[in-house]
């Protein structure tokens, strides 16, 4: 399989294309070590990145991003000065829910 990473696959910035560097490696040890990969929640900033530059986007409108709270997946129902903390909240806990079910990073 080839993989892409860093700028050429439609992410802006260091830490969005080192981000997406990371999860091309995990991508490629699973496939070495016979393991599925599965990629984390949509709902984490790791998740909605890749899911933005995998697809989410339309192909005549799409534009590079850097990690937003845009890219996430709507909240239900949260007050606008409690949400950036509501955002944060679920994403922490669905990546460490994420990062614990995943066999390819130390908990």
């Not at 790791?46 to 899911?51: D, I, M, N, T, V």
Request: aromatic share 8%; proline share 7%; glycine share 10%.
């Amino acid at each position: 399989h080839i993989r892409f990473a860093g700028q050429v696959t439609g992410c802006e910035g260091y830490v969005e294309s080192s981000a997406v560097g990371l999860m091309a490696g995990m991508m490629a040890a699973a496939e070495l070590a016979g393991r599925d990969w599965t990629p984390p929640p949509r709902t984490t900033a790791l998740g909605a990145l890749l899911a933005h530059i995998t697809g989410d986007a339309e192909a005549e409108t799409y534009q590079p991003m850097n990690v937003n709270f845009g890219l996430f997946p709507p909240l239900p129902e949260v007050a606008k000065k409690s949400r950036k903390l509501a955002y944060t909240d679920r994403a922490k806990a669905d990546f460490g829910a994420w990062q614990a079910a995943s066999q390819l990073v130390p908990a």
